[in-house]
């Protein structure tokens, strides 16, 4: 994919699920662990982790502003996406951070059935969520930008 000659690009930090060995069979481990996350706490159960995932972050990838490109690309096809989500939520509504503890929750699930709904999933989870400064007008058709 080539970003045409009038597109925007910004800087940003990416972070991706690390290859984590416990996740690959061995020797000593022919089972191996798979991937967890547990959404409840442990810090009573002795020995108890809340999660195996590791990430690792990238600083300085560009990042190309796609709202011009076809929206013929696949998950399939090439690891990505890109499909029009308007949400019911108008960026204002993120402005404080006592708004956002309260639309997050709607927003979160708001935008986790648009993912189902588009990949065929059965369970999505929004676990991060930055608004930030709109770079280009009019406004994302997300109504707010973040991850």
């Known amino acids: 994919m080539t970003a045409?000659?009038?597109?925007?690009?910004a800087l940003a930090t990416l972070t991706y699920l690390d290859r984590n060995p416990v996740y690959f069979p061995t020797l000593e481990q022919p089972l191996p662990e798979k991937p967890y996350m547990v959404r409840f706490p442990v810090d009573q159960i002795s020995g108890a982790k809340q999660t195996n995932l590791r990430f690792t972050s990238h600083d300085g990838i560009p990042v190309h502003d796609v709202r011009q490109h076809d929206f013929s690309m696949t998950l399939d096809t090439e690891g990505f996406q890109l499909a029009t989500f308007?949400?019911?939520f108008h960026r204002d509504?993120?402005?404080?951070?006592?708004?956002f503890e309260l639309v997050k929750e709607r927003f979160f699930?708001?935008?986790e059935q648009f993912?189902?709904?588009?990949?065929g999933g059965t369970w999505a989870k929004v676990y991060?969520?930055?608004?930030?400064?709109q770079i280009i007008s009019p406004p994302l058709s997300c109504g707010s930008q973040g991850r």
């Open 128 to 133: 991060s969520c930055d608004v930030s400064e």
């Open 86 to 88: 308007r949400s019911s």
């Open 4 to 9: 045409p000659e009038n597109a925007r690009t």
């Open 115 to 119: 993912v189902l709904e588009k990949v």
């Open 93 to 99: 509504a993120f402005s404080t951070v006592e708004n």
């Open 109 to 111: 699930n708001e935008l």
